[in-house]
């Protein structure tokens, strides 16, 4: 399968834990795109990566929240100190270089917080 | 004002119309624009972009751009109940980013 691949398809976590989101881009695909999804809302962005850049993180919280995408590995969307608030539905999407811009998602990690 | 406007429905449609999908947006820099479906509980699937005035047609689908009145639209010929579900419009912004709408639940009835 060469679409986008996220882990877990579900994670539950209580308040205070962390959270790990791993995000693999389609093969050839060296931009990663964050998004969420609460419930009942639109899509939002969160964070625009290239390897071991963060291009664009203007979406994202101040504060608990950060992201990478190493050199070798996936991509990673980490939330410390999880509240109920964070639960939602984080989307990965990636894109080629140049070109038409258009992105794909991966199915995405639902995230409980309870 | 939101970057990026949709009706949010639910628009209904009989078995084999033609679905009608509109949104607005704010940025008349904007270039680029995406079409993208959604079934409840998965994730966005693209459909369509389009980049230049006029329209663009695949298969059943037809994307419409008016840079002018910054709107673009989707229409469905031959609604099929597959095809029910909720329709994102997405915005490229800076850095490529997509500045997504609340998207429109479209119903179609057997």
């Known amino acids: 399968n060469a679409g986008v691949m996220q882990n877990p398809r579900h994670l539950v976590r209580r308040r205070g834990q962390e959270a790990r989101l791993r995000c693999s881009p389609m093969?050839?695909?060296?931009?990663v795109y964050w998004y969420r999804q609460l419930p009942e809302e639109g899509l939002k962005f969160m964070v625009y990566l290239q390897k071991e850049n963060i291009i664009d993180e203007s979406g994202m919280p101040k504060e608990r929240f950060s992201a990478e995408f190493p050199k070798e590995g996936p991509s990673i969307l980490r939330i410390q100190q999880v509240v109920r608030g964070d639960s939602a539905a984080y989307f990965c999407?990636?894109?080629?270089?140049?070109?038409?811009?258009?992105?794909?998602f991966g199915p995405g990690t639902r995230l409980t917080v309870t | 004002q939101k970057e990026v406007e949709q009706n949010s429905g639910p628009l209904s449609v009989p078995e084999g119309a033609i679905a009608s999908l509109n949104c607005t947006y704010s940025d008349r820099g904007s270039q680029s624009f995406f079409w993208y479906r959604q079934y409840s509980g998965k994730s966005p699937e693209l459909i369509m972009f389009i980049y230049s005035n006029g329209d663009k047609e695949d298969g059943r689908f037809t994307a419409q751009l008016n840079k002018a009145s910054q709107y673009v639209s989707l229409l469905i010929r031959d609604s099929q109940p597959s095809d029910s579900a909720t329709y994102l419009c997405a915005v490229r912004g800076n850095t490529g980013k997509l500045i997504f709408g609340q998207g429109t639940t479209l119903q179609v009835k057997p």
């Open positions: 999407a990636s894109r080629t270089s140049g070109g038409t811009y258009e992105q794909y």
């Open positions: 093969k050839g695909h060296s931009h």
